[in-house]
Each structure stands twice: as C-alpha cells, then as structure tokens.
C-alpha cells in the first residue's frame, strides 16, 4: 500500500504515514480486519474508522494497545473498536449479537433515535 511505518505516538505501537493512504466515506483507505469467533462463518469485521486513531495529517496508528506481558484478561475490545457499532446482549442465552460500523450506512449512533 506504500505505506511507512513512523515513530510510534504513545500508547500506541504501530503508527504510519498518512500521506498515501486515501480515504473512503468510512475513514482512512485501511484494510479490514476479520476477527474468527466459533468458526469461519461468525466473525466480527472491524472496518476504518475503528481501526486507526488519526494523530495529525501526517500520522495514523493502529488503533490497538499492547496489554503487556501478564494481561489481566486475555483481550480487551477498546471503545474505539465499539463506536459506531451496535451491540445486542442476550443475558438469558448468554449470547452477544453485533454490527460491523453503522458508518458504511451513512448512520451514526449519535444520530439514532429510539
């Protein structure tokens, strides 16, 4: 993608160039990434804007803090990850339902009314 890696920008340890990068009405021209649940078919798609901070007009990071050699839990999802995503939790079937971002929609979770 002819992208370069730059000095990373606590607490963040992956940061870029933003100079080539392009952007989509989603956010910064990133790729996806797919996290696998049970199996290949049930996988949550994380999606631009949730997957990098822009840090100035020249710098983007990946949106993902390093939790450090004895973790407290195995992952944590960060509210950037969540924004923008609608999440359904089923207390009784101990199940939790979910979006991909609302974004590629052109619809906000600021903008939703119930």
Known sequence: ?????????????EC????FLGY????PGVPDIKLVLQNKDVYWEIQEANLVVKISNEVVCLAFVDGGLNPRTSIVIGAHQ???NL????LAASRLGFTS???SQEIECANLSF
């Open 1 to 13: 993608m002819n992208v370069s890696k730059v000095e990373p920008v606590a607490p963040f340890s």
């Open 16 to 19: 870029f160039s933003a100079e």
């Open 24 to 27: 989509t009405p989603v956010g």
């Open 82 to 84: 969540l924004e923008d």
């Open 87 to 90: 999440l359904l939790f089923d």
């Open 101 to 103: 971002t609302l974004l």
